[in-house]
């Protein structure tokens, strides 16, 4: 059974940074790139960054370029997200999940797609994170 689990969220001001954690057991971790995604309330799910297997390869939301930096390290099935000079507008539930496999993808890379949550498995409960102005 696939398990999922983030932390390190929190409630932060303005500026300031966290880290977010996501850890996965049950599957072959090396095997799957992993995103991260945000879902305000009363907003859709957005895509904040994904990586790949090997962490050779990352992508990121235009709101969060330049602000956030994905990594991984796969001898503790571990994803990161460094998230610096959060904004309020950041705020919101931070989840993470597995890619799906899809034509010419066998679940390694984020893809061209990577933006779209369908394309992603295995969600974990979410990390909170508050930034107040």
């Known amino acids: 059974q696939v398990h999922v689990m983030e932390s390190g969220g929190g409630l932060v001001q303005a500026g300031e940074s966290l880290r977010l954690s996501c850890t996965v057991s049950?599957?072959?971790?090396?095997?799957?790139?992993i995103g991260w995604f945000r879902q305000a309330p009363g907003k859709e799910r957005e895509v904040v960054a994904c990586?790949?297997?090997?962490?050779?390869?990352?992508a990121y939301s235009d709101r969060v370029k330049d602000r956030f930096t994905i990594s991984r390290d796969n001898a503790k099935n571990t994803v990161y997200l460094q998230m610096n000079n959060l904004g309020p507008e950041d705020t919101a539930m931070y989840s993470c999940a597995t890619r799906e496999p899809a034509v010419g993808n066998r679940g390694g890379y984020c893809g061209a797609d990577f933006a779209r949550p369908g394309r992603f498995a295995n969600w974990g409960q979410g990390t909170q994170v508050t930034v107040s102005s």
């Open positions: 990586i790949s297997w090997s962490g050779g390869t990352t």
């Open positions: 049950g599957l072959i971790f090396d095997d799957y790139a």
